[in-house]
């Protein structure tokens, strides 16, 4: 590996990682409203909030995906490094994917977890331009009291490749995040086009 590839990180590692951490697990309990990660590292091509993810995210045991537009080596690298997880070419084998907004038309082979193991799915952290600015979405299901108006800026044809890969319990949770911010899809939530 590289040295010059090498680039910071968090400045304090644990406490920023549990901040990270903290952040996804908020923005899983409450889909659709935004979370915001201060004091994030750097990283060329990924956005703070990506890249934070990934830092409190990811480790050894956690095979990462990259989809075409992440696959540099200075992402790799610092991955690698920082990180430690394995990065793998198959899909099938993920437990987190690196996605774009222009990967979310084909969700095949990411793995969506069984009955009985519903939490061994695939995590896909998409990196988007912003959080708004699409067509504005109802969501419904637990963790929003009623419902959350969400326009992200996606293709309109992903809601229905993500239908087709949710069975609940089985099925994909997503993050979705735009410079600092992140919001949370899990699972759990349902989408629908009526107005609030």
Known sequence: M????????????VLDAQRGFRAALKALAGPGLTQTLHATPTLEGLAPATYALCLALLDVD??????PSFDTPLIRA??????GCPLTANRETARFAL???EDLLDLS????GNDRYPDQSCTLLVQLPDLRG???????????????????????GFWSERER???FPRGLDLFFTAGQDLIGL???TRITQERI
């Open 99 to 101: 996605l774009a907004a």
């Open 62 to 67: 956690t095979p990462l995906w990259l989809a």
């Open 186 to 188: 899990p699972r759990s």
């Open 134 to 156: 699409g067509a504005g979405l109802v969501w419904k299901g637990p963790g929003i009291e009623t419902a959350h108006a969400v326009a992200l800026p996606v293709a309109e």
């Open 78 to 83: 610092n991955l690698a490094f920082h990180c």
């Open 165 to 167: 890969r949710n069975e």
């Open 109 to 112: 082979g990411f793995e969506h």
């Open 2 to 13: 590289s040295a010059p590839l090498l680039q910071p990180a968090f400045t304090d590692p």
